[in-house]
Nanobody, 123 residues
Framework: QVQLIESGGGLVQAGGSLRLSCAAS????????MGWFRQAPGKERDFVAA????????YYADSVKGRFTISRDNAKNTVYLQMNSLKLEDTAVYYC????????????????WGQGTQVTVSS
């Protein structure tokens, strides 16, 4: 069992930056690939970024490529999402998720989910 707790969300102006964190419980964190997803009001939850268990592989949605960076610190059981050059359309609840096997952009393949953290980008 893995429990995930996101933090770092908040209100930021367009063009600004935020760093989200996702702290995981359990001693096997380093064996899980991790992903970030987001859900904007009235929309379905979408893939944002994912990282392999070692951190050596990453994958991004086209909408965030070049602006967001996913990373992880297995010693701290934490995965991060650095978000730069934020846009109004980045406003959403951001979720982290874990899956035991390889990197994936399909939310159905993730076994564990956090409760989410709100990110609001204002003009």
């Amino acid at each position: 069992q893995v429990q995930l707790i996101e933090s770092g969300g908040g209100l930021v102006q367009a063009g600004g930056s935020l760093r989200l964190s996702c702290a995981a419980s359990g001693r096997t964190f380093s064996s899980y690939a991790m992903g970030w997803f987001r859900q904007a009001p009235g929309k379905e939850r979408d893939f944002v970024a994912a990282i392999s268990w070692s951190g050596g592989g990453t994958y991004y949605a086209d909408s965030v490529k070049g602006r967001f960076t996913i990373s992880r610190d297995n010693a701290k059981n934490t995965v991060y999402l650095q978000m730069n050059s934020l846009k109004l359309e980045d406003t959403a609840v951001y979720y982290c998720a874990a899956r035991r096997y390889g990197i994936s952009n399909y939310q159905a393949e993730y076994e564990y989910w956090g409760q989410g953290t709100q990110v609001t980008v204002s003009s």
